[in-house]
C-alpha cells in the first residue's frame, strides 16, 4: 500500500495559534491536527522543506516557533534548495499571482517526482 505524501503550506503548521472565534479556523486547526495525528501513526508521510525552515526562522513568536519545530519532527522527508525548484518557481506560477514564497512551496511540492500527492493550504 502507497502512503500518502502530503506537502502543507506553512500555515497548517500554524493554524492551531490563530484566532479561534472563527469557525473557519477552528475546522482548519482541527483538520492540520487530523493531518499531524495521521502522520504520527505513520499514515501520510509529511514533506519538510527549505522554505518552512525559512518561514520558521522568520517567526517573531518564540512559542510557536518551538512548537513549529517539534511538528516538522513529524516530516520524514526533507527538501533542500535546488536549482530545479528555482527553475519551477520561475514558471507561469509567479505570473499567476503566486507570492515568491508560495511559487518556491510550490515547486518544492511539484519536484517530488510524484506531481505532488496533496498541496494543504489554508490560504
Not at 533542500?80 to 511540492?109: F, M, N, V
Request: glycine content about 2%; aromatic content about 10%; proline content about 4%.
Amino acid at each position: 500500500m502507497t502512503t500518502l505524501l502530503l506537502y502543507l503550506d506553512y500555515n497548517c503548521f500554524q493554524r492551531g495559534f490563530d484566532d479561534p472565534s472563527q469557525i473557519r479556523i477552528q475546522l482548519e486547526a482541527l483538520a492540520c491536527q487530523e493531518i499531524f495525528l495521521m502522520a504520527e501513526q505513520e499514515k501520510v508521510k509529511l514533506v519538510w522543506s527549505f522554505m518552512h525552515e525559512d518561514e520558521t526562522a522568520l517567526c517573531p513568536f518564540p512559542e510557536r516557533k518551538y512548537e513549529i519545530l517539534k511538528l516538522s519532527k513529524l516530516c520524514k522527508i526533507r527538501i533542500g534548495p535546488t536549482e530545479q525548484i528555482y527553475s519551477y518557481a520561475k514558471l507561469p506560477y509567479r505570473k499567476s499571482g503566486l507570492s515568491a514564497k508560495d511559487a518556491l512551496h510550490l515547486a518544492s511540492a511539484i519536484l517530488l517526482r510524484q506531481i505532488f500527492s496533496l498541496l494543504v493550504t489554508t490560504d
